[in-house]
């Protein structure tokens, strides 16, 4: 019988918010996240116009999508992207996507899990057509 394998993982919305609180880099990687699950047109204009409860709502569209894109466009190190003034605006803003980010966090890790799962699978199934031959 195969040995189950536990996944460890999963951040909970008072995580992220806590995280959000601290770091100025991930301030900036939210902004981008959130930008990046705007449909195209939405994030070209710097609008919300699906309903579909992920990206940024109407009310910070314009605003959010304006900083995410100085923050892809910058040179700057990671967690200097925005000005002393925007960050806490920023901060404030994406806190209110806390649980949003956590399932979009929760996501990413459970397809690098699937796909490691998949590779390792591969592996086997490798190896043992190598061990088959020999």
């Known amino acids: 019988m195969a040995k189950r394998i536990k996944v460890?993982?999963?951040?909970?919305?008072?995580?992220?918010?806590?995280?959000?609180?601290k770091s100025d880099l991930h301030v900036e990687r939210a902004?981008?996240?959130?930008l990046g699950a705007q449909t195209a047109s939405e994030a070209a204009s710097g609008t919300t116009s699906v309903d579909n409860g992920v990206g940024f709502s109407g009310a910070h569209a314009e605003f959010?999508?304006?900083l995410a894109k100085q923050i892809n466009k910058s040179t700057r190190p990671e967690g200097q992207r925005l000005s002393p003034k925007q960050l806490p605006h920023a901060r404030k803003m994406v806190v209110k996507y806390r649980k949003q980010l956590a399932r979009q966090a929760n996501?990413?890790?459970?397809?690098?899990?699937?796909e490691g799962l998949a590779g390792l699978v591969a592996f086997a199934a490798t190896a043992a057509d190598v061990a088959k031959a020999a």
């Open 8 to 21: 460890v993982g999963g951040w909970t919305e008072q995580q992220v918010k806590a995280l959000l609180l």
């Open 31 to 34: 902004l981008v996240a959130l």
């Open 64 to 66: 959010g999508t304006s």
């Open 107 to 114: 996501m990413r890790f459970a397809v690098a899990v699937a």
